[in-house]
Structures are given as structure tokens and as C-alpha cells.
């Protein structure tokens, strides 16, 4: 399982991150994301709905910032 961490980071760069990591990993496989900025939750469920991957995992909160497993 890979694992990409965006804490710090603000829009779009989570998505984009997470969209070139994704590269790199073979489907089927899994991406771990922590993110902390605030339309993360959004961002990332609308982009993995759009690029045909699968967001099985979101875990977290405002306060702590979250844990996203995306599926390739």
C-alpha cells in the first residue's frame, strides 16, 4: 500500500498530489491519503467519482484532518 501525506497543503494541491501518486500504483492497489485542508473530503470524493477510482475509506475530522484509502 503506498501512503501520501497533504497535511498542509490547500486546494487543489491534495487532488493533485494524490492524482500523480496514483500514477505509480498498480490497479487494484491502494492509496492511503492524510490531508488536513478543509474541502478535502469534497475534492476528493468528487475527483475519485469523476477518474473512476474508488474512495473507500474517509476517517477523521476538521480538528485532526483526515485518512482517505483510494483504490486505483
Known sequence: M???DCRGL???LPVL???KRLE???KGEALTVLA???LAPLDL???CNTSGHQLTEKSG???QGWRFV???
Open 24 to 26: 505509480r500504483v498498480d
Open 70 to 72: 483510494i483504490v486505483k
Open 36 to 38: 488536513d485542508d478543509p
Open 17 to 19: 498530489k494524490t492524482q
Open 45 to 47: 470524493q468528487h475527483w
Open 10 to 12: 490547500k486546494c487543489p
Open 2 to 4: 503506498e501512503f501520501l
Open 61 to 63: 475530522d476538521a480538528q
